[in-house]
């Protein structure tokens, strides 16, 4: 893939399947990327926090680049997850998926040990001076140390191999700032967000594109809603992105992470296996319940049919309520006014 391939659209932060034994199941999960790319994504993101990476050894995540960069034969980007333990695994990992061919790698900020900014500055800073391929910063506050605007800025002006960042927050404003210092500085500097409950505004804001879980699952929709997002078609736009905040929130908030993502993977058609993390009897029996309400979700958009017994009216939010909202959210953001 070149070097000077943008990173910007959906990119999938796949869920890597399991045979009976628990090891990588290669045939499924090259019939999955092949799957994704036939519909729409603009690239591939593995072992990120979706495709559990912590939950596998080195080896194996190194396994896991290997086939879906030959599976993908050039077709969308790649941009792999490299984070490892420490920088000197880590830049090993970026000298080696840049053998492979990805267009850039992703790497969390340092997790259990929480590190001041500098600290976050100088463990960016080593990797990016050795790595060999261009870095995509992981901003996740949720797991692992928050990278702040004067950190990010700073990484920017001093390092070329600093590429983009991916923010997992949420966080509209962060992201404003963000893209306030940074692209001034560097217009060659890439903006994806992580939380597609936001999607919609995110790409409003200046957004280049998103790291999503659920496009994963129903990848039509999500690149449906980024380029109506592009094309500003605030009304349509507005209706999808509440469309799949629904099927967001029953996946992500019903189960522990990412469980209910591979719930409905199975329902998609594709044989996700069991994932890695134990689960108890209980978990076991609000999973199943999990498979039903997301079968009715899928259903109602047309990528399955409905469960035996059939599916629950549910009440909506009033749509011409919704839409004056976001339109009013939206006139502020492109005027520049508060409330």
């Given at each position: 893939?070149?070097?000077?391939?943008?990173?910007?659209?959906?990119?999938?932060?796949?869920?890597?399947?399991?045979?009976?034994?628990?090891?990588?199941?290669?045939?499924?999960?090259?019939?999955?990327?092949?799957?994704?790319?036939?519909?729409?994504?603009?690239?591939?993101?593995?072992?990120?926090?979706?495709?559990?990476?912590?939950?596998?050894?080195?080896?194996?995540?190194?396994?896991?680049?290997?086939?879906?960069?030959?599976?993908?034969?050039?077709?969308?980007?790649?941009?792999?997850?490299?984070?490892?333990?420490?920088?000197?695994?880590?830049?090993?990992?970026?000298?080696?998926?840049?053998?492979?061919?990805?267009?850039?790698?992703?790497?969390?900020?340092?997790?259990?040990?929480?590190?001041?900014?500098?600290?976050?500055?100088?463990?960016?800073?080593?990797?990016?001076?050795?790595?060999?391929?261009?870095?995509?910063?992981?901003?996740?506050?949720?797991?692992?140390?928050?990278?702040?605007?004067?950190?990010?800025?700073?990484?920017?002006?001093?390092?070329?191999?600093?590429?983009?960042?991916?923010?997992?927050?949420?966080?509209?404003?962060?992201?404003?700032?963000?893209?306030?210092?940074?692209?001034?500085?560097?217009?060659?500097?890439?903006?994806?967000?992580?939380?597609?409950?936001?999607?919609?505004?995110?790409?409003?804001?200046?957004?280049?594109?998103?790291?999503?879980?659920?496009?994963?699952?129903?990848?039509?929709?999500?690149?449906?809603?980024?380029?109506?997002?592009?094309?500003?078609?605030?009304?349509?736009?507005?209706?999808?992105?509440?469309?799949?905040?629904?099927?967001?929130?029953?996946?992500?908030?019903?189960?522990?992470?990412?469980?209910?993502?591979?719930?409905?993977?199975?329902?998609?058609?594709?044989?996700?296996?069991a994932g890695r993390q134990p689960q108890s009897n209980v978990q076991?029996?609000?999973?199943?319940?999990?498979?039903?309400?997301?079968?009715?979700?899928?259903?109602?958009?047309?990528?399955?049919?409905?469960?035996?017994?059939?599916?629950?009216?549910?009440?909506?939010?009033?749509?011409?309520?919704?839409?004056?909202?976001?339109?009013?959210?939206?006139?502020?953001?492109?005027?520049?006014?508060?409330?």
């Amino acid at each position: 893939m070149p070097a000077n391939t943008p990173l910007r659209g959906i990119f999938t932060p796949n869920i890597v399947p399991l045979d009976n034994n628990g090891d990588i199941n290669e045939p499924e999960l090259r019939r999955y990327v092949d799957w994704l790319i036939d519909r729409g994504v603009h690239g591939l993101y593995p072992n990120g926090s979706t495709g559990e990476f912590l939950r596998f050894t080195a080896e194996e995540r190194r396994r896991i680049i290997e086939i879906m960069v030959d599976q993908n034969r050039g077709r969308v980007p790649i941009l792999a997850g490299a984070a490892e333990a420490n920088t000197r695994e880590t830049i090993k990992a970026c000298e080696y998926y840049c053998r492979l061919g990805v267009r850039a790698v992703a790497i969390v900020a340092p997790f259990y040990y929480k590190l001041s900014p500098a600290g976050v500055y100088a463990y960016f800073k080593e990797i990016a001076d050795n790595s060999p391929v261009d870095i995509t910063l992981y901003n996740i506050p949720l797991f692992a140390t928050p990278i702040d605007v004067p950190t990010v800025r700073r990484l920017v002006e001093e390092c070329p191999r600093v590429a983009a960042i991916k923010d997992s927050s949420g966080d509209l404003p962060h992201m404003m700032r963000m893209i306030s210092a940074v692209r001034p500085i560097r217009s060659d500097f890439y903006f994806l967000t992580g939380w597609e409950a936001a999607l919609f505004p995110m790409i409003l804001i200046g957004c280049d594109g998103g790291t999503h879980a659920t496009s994963g699952i129903v990848p039509e929709i999500t690149r449906k809603l980024y380029d109506l997002s592009v094309e500003r078609r605030v009304d349509e736009a507005c209706d999808l992105q509440y469309r799949l905040l629904t099927l967001f929130d029953a996946m992500i908030y019903s189960s522990e992470f990412p469980e209910g993502f591979r719930a409905a993977l199975r329902l998609r058609g594709i044989q996700p296996g069991a994932g890695r993390q134990p689960q108890s009897n209980v978990q076991q029996v609000e999973l199943d319940k999990l498979s039903r309400q997301l079968q009715c979700l899928l259903a109602a958009e047309g990528f399955t049919d409905e469960p035996v017994g059939g599916c629950a009216v549910t009440p909506t939010a009033d749509a011409e309520q919704v839409a004056r909202i976001v339109r009013r959210v939206v006139a502020q953001l492109q005027s520049g006014k508060r409330e």
